[in-house]
């Protein structure tokens, strides 16, 4: 096992910060509407760590969604003071955490590798021919 540089990540006014070692699991830009509506842009740039690996400083605040697409639970941390919003904890993954990739301080060599719920993708974000595009969830 090689060991990365950590990555480090904050929000907007540095109130919440994370750090992980270990390398993404996958990273994943996801269509959905709770996605677009959360980000308040075209879809969410996913980064998908091994929770443990995860450490937060500072206490993010929590709203609990159930996904407008597939009905699972899921935990969106923001900041109470920036609104930024940080990091997903899904229900039926609790070993994983997704980092919001825009929050990194290095968001280098990160290329997405899939895409999520693509039906909901706004008309404008054509479809890349070298990165699946699954309709729903890439399962
Ligand atoms: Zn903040
Ligand atoms: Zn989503």
């Known amino acids: 096992m090689n060991s990365p540089e950590p990555r480090t990540g904050h929000c907007l006014c540095g109130a919440i910060s994370y750090r992980f070692t270990t390398q993404p699991e996958a990273v994943v830009l996801c269509h959905c ?15 998908l760590v091994a929770r443990e690996a995860v450490e937060i400083s500072g206490t993010p605040k929590s ?3 159930t996904g407008t697409e597939n ?13 930024t919003p940080i990091l997903t904890v899904l229900h039926e993954r609790p070993d994983l955490i997704i980092v919001k990739g825009g929050t990194l301080d290095d968001r280098s060599g990160l290329k997405p590798g899939a895409e999520v719920w693509g039906r909901r993708a706004q008309d404008w974000v054509e479809p890349d021919p070298a990165r699946p595009r699954f309709d729903g969830d890439a399962r």
Not at 33 to 47: I, P
Not at 71 to 83: I, N, T
């Open 71 to 83: 009905g699972q639970l899921r935990d969106r941390l923001f900041c109470g003071d920036c609104g």
């Open 33 to 47: 509407d709770d996605c677009q509506r959360h980000t308040g842009s075209a879809f969410s740039e996913n980064v």
């Open 63 to 65: 709203f609990q969604t």
